[in-house]
């Protein structure tokens, strides 16, 4: 195979896989390493991937811009639907509490909950604050702080001095990306600080994540696989990413 071959082979592998290793291609195409390394160098210079350490990702997998909360309500709705119903086996029974962080996939786990369920809720997010205010059940605390028109939820020091005195079942964490090497992360640093003291807070951490945002790294890494207990997502996700967070130790259930 001619070095151009094996670089538009690499690149079809990374564009299917989200993600790929050095010692994976150089074992797949029957080269050395530094060859590897090479072509990557080659296919990153063009754009068509993104070198990270120890192998190469999407070009569009690594990110510092933040999409606002209509448009991506409307992307990938019907799998974000199928996470929120599943992710009601996680949460607390009656009489336990659960935090909600921002975004459009913990948002409508909080408009799937039960009518009939007691629970107290917090959040910093205005949208779910306004939609759990329609549960006779649901016993709202609504945290402070600057907020932001981009995500709609308060952030900021009295934001984390708030979830700093905090102690729930469990909370519901959405991302912006993840990989087993990066973890968690999101572009803005503010919400980075509010996601992982909500992390914190809690005794038990569900991530509810389309598959999308399996394989990607963004700005702010917020935590590490280790910190999350369950991984809700959507059947879409690559079986090599599934394997990798399962070796990983983390519980990956899919919707």
């Keep these: 195979m001619y070095a151009e071959e094996r670089q538009q082979a690499i690149a079809a592998l990374v564009g299917q896989r989200g993600r790929v290793s050095v010692a994976e291609l150089a074992e797949q195409y029957g080269v050395t390493t530094e060859t590897v390394r090479r072509d990557l160098a080659v296919l990153d210079r063009l754009g068509v991937i993104r ?9 569009g997998a690594l990110t510092t811009i933040e999409v606002g909360t209509a448009e991506r309500d409307s992307t990938r709705a019907a799998e974000k639907d199928r996470i929120a119903e599943l992710a009601q086996r ?14 459009t996939t913990t948002a409508r786990v909080a408009a799937a909950l039960a009518t009939d369920l007691d629970l107290v809720a917090v959040t910093h997010s205005l949208p779910i604050a ?27 020091a009295e934001t984390l ?15 912006n990306a993840l990989t087993v090497r ?55 996700l690559p079986e090599a990413a599934h394997r990798d967070l399962a070796a990983a130790g983390l519980e990956v259930v899919l919707a």
């Design 130 to 156: 306004t939609r759990l205010t329609g549960f006779p059940g649901v016993r709202l605390h609504l945290l402070g702080g600057r907020v932001r028109g981009v995500t709609q939820a308060a952030v900021g």
């Design 90 to 103: 996680f949460l607390p029974a009656s009489g336990g509490s659960v935090l909600f962080d921002a975004g």
């Design 182 to 236: 990066h973890g968690l992360s999101t572009p803005d640093p503010e919400e980075a600080a509010v996601k992982r003291a909500m992390i914190a807070a809690a005794d038990r951490v569900v991530v509810v994540a389309d598959a999308s945002k399996i394989g990607r790294e963004d700005f702010v890494r917020f935590g590490a696989v280790d910190d999350i207990d369950v991984l809700i997502t959507d059947t879409d």
């Design 161 to 175: 001095r708030l979830l700093g005195e905090l102690r729930v079942d469990v909370a519901v964490v959405g991302t």
């Design 51 to 59: 070198r990270v350490h120890g192998g190469a990702v999407g070009a």
